[in-house]
């Protein structure tokens, strides 16, 4: 029995590609069942978040490069009440860096937008996110 294609949900149609969107676009481009992408799919995630969370450098060529990175401790204030300092404890942080065909396809599509929508969000090539707090 064939599945049917499902229509693009809202959250595609405004830029945004949930993790069940990109399985259902893997299996239609390849031919999967989307279970057999899943599993797949989640492995990958699996792989990579244990790899990072050992400190390993992740570089997957022409699409970009994992890394962790240790923020010092800093302190910070209280927009609300600036004379409130709020000290900031030292973490590791995963950086994300664009690889060379990546930044091309994000180059290429920075000047094919219309106008009036935002390009800034397109213009940076790094991703920080916060893995958790070290000591």
Known sequence: M??????????????????REMICRISDETGMIQTDVKDVVLRFFD???EAISRGETI???????FKTRHTKGKIGRNPKNPT???????????RFVAGKELKEKIRLLHTELPQDQPKESLHASTETIQMGNTP
């Open 2 to 19: 064939d599945e049917q294609p499902k229509p693009a949900s809202a959250s595609h149609q405004q830029g945004h590609l949930t993790k």
């Open 47 to 49: 792989v990579l978040a």
């Open 59 to 65: 570089e997957i060529r022409n699409f970009g490069i």
């Open 84 to 94: 409130q300092v709020i000290p900031i404890p030292p973490r590791i942080v995963v």
